[in-house]
């Protein structure tokens, strides 16, 4: 998810009258019970970060989760503060009135297991030591995600899932959602995903991991809170951000720019090109909002999603699903390129499933998901009102 | 260009006797005359080393330039010693018989200016100081290293071309041979390149820089021979080499198979798939034989290369230009895209200028233009023999 540098200094507060969640408040779920992890290591506890818009009605069939991609956290729609300067990461899709209706929906995101904004991850420290787990930490999995987050909705009181919707990441997780917990999910909608990590992009994760590790402040993973490897992060991050946009992109939003005040005969390696200034950017409010170890434990647990590894094949995988599913490719995403996503409901049909596939024309590589679109959010809208409409309780 | 990992320890001596060039030497060529570069710095004299295979014919009409790509060098052809792990890096297009036919063309290659395998770069000491230049060296552009080779033809006793060849950035090369010098050149055959580097390469190779930049050891440029900054460089190359081939080449050579040895429950931040080892292999073989700030100076070249921009417009840049061209892109080339090959050889007939454009189907990516293909060995042979052959000097 690409972090939109600031384009003027927050002078007035957002108009929170405008169609969308408003101010929001993320709130905790603490698990205080040992979680086992796929890997078979176990920690005493654990606690995820989660928002949740609109309300959950009284036949509880109204509810849908919402999975988070890499570097993407629980706060997908509404403002924490009048004065921020960007609302949640999917604020466009989700609000009153919009593809997913909070006036309808009861909407659910949290931050993943493993991860660090707010829920335990490796930057968390143990209980019984108070020190940070950092490499201590289990491995995890898009399962162990998965797993984590179905504790927090038999918590909220959600019986059902009326959809559970994710891009790149956040749709490994709504698969597996439909294969792990078949009765509990009616429909999946993932988008700009894959069955299996390729080779292509366990080559990009690896030469992001080699960048944090090989920093000198990583120290094997024991770093102070405020410190680490922020320059292998960095790094990283401003890599992985080309992937996920796209040649076309780039060129149309920078091309061959020169940053302002960049003499034209500057022949040095300091910032010439806007899309350098862009990229810098990019890796320093990174480091800001990310722990590295996360990122090693989230990148790896990418690397190992392989469902036809898992269940010994793809049929294998799909045969407990009830859900009804929407598989989104957009043409110019090179990171899960459209093919995969055609595979993915190809195997899902082939399984005897009821799934759509849908390929979106867009130039703006794999972040499409994230972006505006008439398209996707009608689709989507669509795809939520298909077979047993929730129940609106209108006392709401 | 793509360093293979050796497949075998090396056991018996090549058979000499096949169809290459055998054993070659590298020469160097001197000139002791003050160079001045594009930016208007100076520097007191240079050496660029270089390779020829064939025979000058008594006409000096039969002459070749190669131009190499970023991390190529001045050894296209044949082998150093019997013992040599490989040949030169375009050993399969360039020998006896082959595709380019040293029986009857004389081939010159020079490592560019700027380099750093035995021309002066970064790397070689200033003659008066005796400290290596670094960061003092004059920002290098592809026309520099174009006018530098064009120094070492002069003194090779090369009064014409009948033809520069090059891949990527060795295409740039050929292309500026074409403009700069237009009655010296025959015909020139650009693969795999572009009339300007693209946003997204610019971005790449910014990451690259970064990477070796942010490394402690790179010390502004200043650092011993054999130290600096090893750990930015080998990130660079990983990251870059992953851009030089696909999708589809690293899910056919590498899949998401495991590592031999590699435990299929291991939960951690080690080798674990066979492209992790690969890439990791490409970055250790590179910084053993590739100066960190040469790849700086280099990348900065491929940034600032910009037809249009140079010249004023495309047509401008291309006026002079009287050389037949062919142009080459590869399907699966997501680096310098098979449409900016097309725009390129368009812009030249646009120009009035005989120019020809083949796309080659391969889904091996940027590097392609490396790789055997007796479709590409047939287009160089018909291509070298258009026009005026150059004169068969039986006696040689």
Redesign the interface.
Known sequence: MTDEPEKSPPTAAHDLSADDVGLVVARDFVHRQPFTFK?G?VIPEFSLRYETYGKLNATRNNAILICHALSGDHHCAGWHTPNDRKPGWWNNLIGPGKAVDTRRFFVVCANVLGGCQGSTGPASSHPETGQPYALRF??VTILDMVRAQKLLLDHLGVTELHGAIGGSMGGMQALLFAIEFPRFVHRILAMATTA?????A???N??G???I??D?AWNRGDYPKEGGPK?GL??AR??AH?TYV??AS??R????RKKENAPS?A???DV??E??SY??HQ?QTFINRFDANSY?YIT?AL?QF?LA?AYGSLENAFRPVTAESLVVGFTSD?LF?PEQNRQLALALLRSGKSASYAELSTDLGHDSFLLESEELYALVRQFLERGQPPTVDHSL
Request: proline share 4%; charged share 25%.
């Open positions: 890997s290591q289990p491995f299996r990590e390729s080779a292509q366990i080559a990009f690896e030469v991991r080699q960048a590790m090989q000198l320059v960095a790094i401003m890599m080309i796209s040649d780039m060129d939003k920078f091309g061959r005969d022949y040095n390696f010439q090109f899309v350098e990229l810098r890796g090693l790896r690397d392989d590894q090179w390129p």
